[in-house]
Structure formats: structure tokens, C-alpha cells
């Protein structure tokens, strides 16, 4: 997916990469399987792009794919 977009990465292309399911439970945007043993259960708690030209860095707290990118001024 990266690849696809080099030289136009932006905060959206980012934003989805860390959304991605693909591989689970292995994915980058991991939910915690129910038939995981509770020692090896995981999961996403944050995800953070950070714009080092704009000094910005947007969080999301939880899985990217269920909460918002929120932008802070470095």
C-alpha cells in the first residue's frame, strides 16, 4: 500500500495504512481475536502520524479504524 504512494504520501494515505485489517490478527489496526488465549491477546490502543514540515502530530486514541486523527501543534 505504501508503495502505491510514494512521493504523494498524505495525512488520508497514512490515516488508511493504519486502518488496514488485512492479515488479522496480525494487522496493523489489531482488535483482540475471542479465541486468543489471554497471553497473547493485543491490541491497538493509539496510532500517531507525525508531520515533521508542519510540526504537527495527529493521534487517535484506540483503533484507528473506529476513532478520529486529532491534529496537535508541536
Do not use: Q, R, W
Request: proline content about 5%; overall charge negative.
Amino acid at each position: 500500500m505504501v508503495k502505491a504512494h510514494l512521493g504523494d504520501v498524505t495525512l488520508n494515505t497514512l490515516s488508511d495504512i493504519l486502518k488496514d485489517h488485512v492479515n488479522y490478527p496480525d494487522s496493523i489496526c489489531n482488535h483482540p481475536s475471542k479465541s486468543a488465549s489471554e497471553d497473547v491477546k493485543c491490541k491497538t490502543t493509539y496510532a500517531v502520524i507525525t508531520n515533521l514540515t508542519e510540526k504537527k502530530i495527529h493521534i487517535c486514541v484506540g483503533n484507528p479504524c473506529e476513532g478520529e486523527f486529532v491534529p496537535y501543534s508541536l
